[in-house]
């Protein structure tokens, strides 16, 4: 098992933050078959083998993934991919 959190600062109003949010859910459904869903401020991930949630909070949104044993050789460049995105889309959208 492997963990991955990331934690992106950002300026963006609750509404521009949930969309970046979902360029962030649509990128990992597509490359990883994650089925995503909205709780609140919530955007749970989930499909076999990976489980995890993306937090919008005032000015960061905290990204917290579990990768089961058959993904977490490739955590590092998961993380890095999805560290790169959010860097991405929480900026563009302000």
Same mark, same amino acid.
């Given at each position: 098992m492997a963990d991955i959190n990331i934690v992106q600062q950002h300026k963006l109003t609750a509404e521009k933050a949930r969309a970046a949010a979902q360029q962030v859910a649509d990128k990992l459904a597509? /490359?990883? #078959?994650? !089925?995503?869903?909205?709780?609140?401020?919530?955007?749970?991930?989930?499909?076999?083998?990976?489980?995890?949630?993306?937090?919008? /909070?005032? #000015?960061? !949104?905290?990204l917290n993934l579990k990768l089961g044993f058959m993904l977490s050789a490739f955590a590092p460049m998961i993380e890095g991919k999805i560290a790169d995105k959010m860097r991405k889309v929480f900026a563009e959208s302000a």
């Open positions: 597509q /490359e990883y #078959d994650l !089925a995503c869903t909205w709780d609140g401020d919530v955007l749970r991930f989930e499909r076999s083998g990976v489980d995890g949630a993306l937090i919008l /909070e005032k #000015d960061q !949104a905290q």
